[in-house]
């Protein structure tokens, strides 16, 4: 079973950016579609952007779009989300999460959590001046 921790979180100045790792253990996270989440202070967790495994396919939200972009190293086990241009309105707990269904349902099911497990503790991501 994958595990998955993320890390990279931090506080920035609106603007600024951040690079959040997810890194797998237990599997190879090559196997998986991943997703990018994301919980502000008393909201639902929201879906953030997911990365398929077979062509590298991407889905972002519309909140992010142009503003994010998700990437994987398979080398090092790793999906990355890069955040540009960071707004208070993305101040929140990020998670990573991977895919419970075959990679081709990917673009039906993203960003829905409900379709996503194997949670980890999260990162903080603060924007704030």
């Known amino acids: 079973q994958v595990q998955l921790v993320e890390s990279g979180g931090g506080s920035v100045q609106p603007g600024g950016s951040l690079r959040l790792s997810c890194v797998a253990s237990g599997v190879g996270l090559r196997h998986f579609p991943v997703g990018w989440f994301r919980q502000a202070p008393g909201k639902g967790r929201e879906g953030v952007s997911c990365i398929s495994t077979s062509d590298g396919s991407t889905y972002y939200a519309d909140s992010v779009k142009d503003r994010f972009t998700i990437f994987r190293d398979n080398a090092k086990n790793t999906v990355y989300l890069q955040m540009d241009g960071l707004k208070p309105e993305d101040t929140a707990l990020y998670y990573c999460?991977?895919?419970?269904?075959?990679?081709?349902?990917?673009?039906?099911?993203?960003?829905?959590?409900?379709?996503?497990?194997?949670w980890g503790q999260g990162t903080q991501v603060t924007v704030s001046s």
């Open positions: 999460g991977s895919f419970h269904l075959e990679d081709r349902y990917l673009g039906r099911y993203c960003p829905n959590p409900d379709f996503f497990g194997s």
